[in-house]
């Protein structure tokens, strides 16, 4: 029996033509498109490429994209100086600084600085306490797509037992916290879990985000699972999962594939945070 291929990239267009529609009554009413400020520092290339695809993306959904470009030996102070104009510019509705930044900036003395209320990346910790206490406010964007992915799959995730792998304050914290919110069974693994295999063995959903390529044997899995893979491993052999994927084709019900299923979902719900920032602003 072969697994059902989670179709990500199918999942995200039509959500970006969702929003796509949500955006022209929103434009008719305010008089302005809902904006979205880029920043981007230094000249990583894959930064490059996430900044321009979500420029475009921005753009493609009738958003205003504001595109902010430093050089790599920015000093923080100037960094924080260009938050605070995005923060007091009413045409900006959401402010996302690319990650990882150069190593003399602060991450966390940035995440902080940009207004909790534009912070359509998540990853403020008002946010998190916002997520964790069940409050509305922003849910980063790649673990809310898992969970968009999951419920498009099993419908209603309560009482089912889920493992999240990896426990990053962007995916795998987020992430527990919305199937907790979902009523699922959560356990949390990481890099020091004693048994993974076992672990793994009781779970109905899968979500992997550890960045080991093909840490996850589909021989662990549960015969049906649901398997989110967050992973983008670069090897010799082309890009991979943190999930062995033909593995797990043969014995998951429905395995999302790397290219092409979380990644594209993290750039809709960008989107759809931006577009929910600017509906409560105006609101
Ligand atoms: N770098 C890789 N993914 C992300 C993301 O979702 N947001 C930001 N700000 N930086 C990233």
Known sequence: MSAQIIDGKAFAARLRARIGEQVVPFRAAAGRAPGLAVVLVGEDPASAVY????GKATRAAGMESFEHRLPADVGQDALLALIDTLNADPAVDGILVQLPLPAQIDERAVTTRIDPDKDVDGFHPVNAGRL???IDGFVPCTPYGCLMLLKDVLGDLSGLDAVVIGRSNIVGKPMAQLLIGESC???VAHSRTRDLASVVARADIVVAAVGRPELVRGEWLKPGACVIDVGINRTETGLV???????AMSVAGAVTPVPGG???MTIACLLRNTLLSAQRREG
């Open 241 to 247: 999962g943190d999930v062995d994927f033909a593995g």
């Open 51 to 54: 900044v321009r695809s979500k």
């Open 185 to 187: 069974t959560v356990t």
């Open 132 to 134: 964790a206490t069940g």
């Open 262 to 264: 979380v990644g594209p």
